[in-house]
């Protein structure tokens, strides 16, 4: 969901799947989908979805704590599995759900009648956040967060892009670290200064063969999907005893979308 909309109205913003993942991460992901599938839900759907929806239920996990949200924004382009599971959330907080849906696209390109489409639904999106909030969409506060957003997108693109350097400056599996502040926070200021900072620093690494890696890179490797690894030792422990660093990613650099005006994100988004 475009979070530039939520932080032009200055809503703080959470996302479920970062906040699963962390809860993941530290090791609580299967006491919470035991608690999800008590409640009837099936253990072959999503794990980030029954973590989430166990702490709906509970309202609290040690682990990786959020408030609790006013209201639900929900964008189906990234997963069909959303859908339902924002549903159903929003059914057991009581609280309103603003959907935006993105129809399959089998083609490159984008037409414009999609686009009218998109746009529409984040046009309806402002209007109930309006209502809802009783604060009035400003049209330059959302040119700033957008303003923002693209930079930190430009850096973020430029940092993944850098794992295609020998040694990679980085490992790959911080991507996945930083991912929730290019998701929940790519519209602040801070978020635009911190990756033009981390940029700056891999782009130093580069320049002297160092990484943070915190082992000698001997091996390269594209991962697909999000692992929680800290926790995972049979994951992540055979890759650092055997020296091989993830160095291209599929999910990451699809956050990292720059557009000029409210109807080229919705091109983006489609």
């Not at 930079?151 to 991912?179: E, I």
């Amino acid at each position: 969901f475009p979070v530039e909309i939520p932080e032009t109205l200055g809503l703080a913003t959470a996302y479920p799947e970062n906040q699963a993942a962390g809860i993941a991460a530290r090791g609580a992901g299967e006491r919470m989908c035991t608690v999800a599938e008590e409640e009837g839900y099936s253990n072959d759907i999503c794990a980030y979805a029954r973590v989430s929806l166990a702490y709906a239920k509970l309202k609290e996990c040690p682990e990786q704590d959020v408030a609790m949200p006013n209201v639900l924004l929900c964008c189906n382009n990234i997963c069909n599995c959303m859908t339902k599971w924002y549903e159903n959330i929003a059914r057991m907080c009581n609280i309103p759900l603003i959907m935006v849906d993105i129809p399959y696209n089998n083609t490159v390109e984008v037409s414009d009648s999609a686009v009218k489409y998109v746009r529409a639904q984040f046009d309806n999106a402002i209007h109930e956040l309006e209502k809802l909030t009783g604060k009035k969409f400003d049209e330059k506060k959302f040119e700033l967060a957008c303003k923002h957003a693209n930079r930190t997108a430009q850096n973020w693109l430029k940092v993944c892009d850098f794992l295609q350097y020998k040694p990679a400056p980085m490992s790959g599996f911080d991507l996945f670290n930083h991912m929730a502040d290019v998701v929940t926070a790519r519209g602040k200021e801070a978020a635009a200064d911190a990756f033009e900072l981390l940029s700056k620093d891999l782009q130093k690494n580069i320049e002297e063969g160092t990484s943070t890696l915190p082992f000698p890179e001997q091996y390269r490797v594209m991962f697909e999907g999000i692992p929680c690894w800290p926790k995972l030792p049979n994951l992540f422990k055979p890759l650092k005893e055997n020296g091989v660093n993830v160095t291209a990613v599929v999910y990451a650099p699809a956050f990292g979308f720059v557009y000029n005006n409210m109807d080229e994100m919705a091109r983006a988004y489609y």
